[in-house]
């Protein structure tokens, strides 16, 4: 297994003046997992070069990107109440995005089996023209408008199992038939979109997939959703690279969320994303980092997702799923049904 790493020092020169969640200590815990997994010393390093304007354009509005890269050169502050930036926040936003395209371009193109994108800051929030929730610039989303414009791909998913909707991820593609988006999230909560309803426009209608789950569902919740939604889009859609927000503040002990997913879930929908992978699109899997706040709790999970890459790792069965997390499943597939030829409604 050939696997593929981004990571820079610069990630932990992005600082907040005052103690921050999002802080360089969270890429000690993703290396620490890296390693207990035995990924760290066999991986390519892969050196992240900064992304230039014709990148970041891909997905971002020009007037942002000239607007957000001269605010931040060389200052700090803030861009909104959550999102700081610092001397070191420039280099490193701009080597997250480069980064994370060349990883998916180097697994796409096979010289590389799967890759990990441990960057900082994190992307899945920012939108074509403003910065929010901790992200500048959308670093999944760069990478998938690389794997498109270069006609690499001409259909990409992007599943994102963060604990907050990846509004960004949603706006940049919301038009566009050829990205599925599907998100897991806890709502009512930050930033307040992805409900099941918000499913795209024009001829993406169908292609945003949104479960907005209550807080407080678990493991089984979770699969449920996968076995009966989102691994048939993916058989469906047929995509021809999944790219994964890997987010883990969904775990049960992350404090700036209520889910409670285990430690073994992100073993578990890696397995089943990889599998998908494996069967409609070569294997063409990687992943990026998002959120996850509690220190250990990343570490482990991060160390999960790389065993559940392993082909000889164990299935741990999860517990059933809940009627909560049944009936929003229920009530997402009831927006889908005009625009997919699967019948979602025959949950197991
Ligand atoms: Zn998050």
Known sequence: MKIGIVYDDCFKKHTARYDHPECPERLDSVIEGLKRAGVWSRATHLSPVEADRTLLTTVHDEAYID???EKIDGRSGNLDADTFFSQGSKEAALKAAGGAADLALKV???????GFAAVRPPGHHAESNRACGFCMINNIAV???TLLKTQSAERVAIVDWDVHHGNGTQEQFYDNPNVLYISLHQWPHFPGSGLSNEIGKGEGKGRTINFPFPAGLRDGDYLF????????ALAEFKPEHILVSAGYDAHERDFLAGMNLS??????MTQLLQAAAAEHCGGRISFYLEGGYHLDALADSVAATCNG???TSPILEPDDPSPQGIQIVNQTVSQLAPYWK????ALQ
């Open 108 to 114: 796409h193109a096979r010289e590389l089996d799967w």
């Open 263 to 268: 430690t073994n879930a992100f073993a578990v």
């Open 342 to 345: 699967t019948d979602f409604s």
């Open 67 to 69: 607007l957000l890269l």
């Open 143 to 145: 990478a998938a408008g």
């Open 225 to 232: 959703a996968f076995r009966n939604v989102i691994l048939p």
């Open 309 to 311: 890459m392993a082909p």
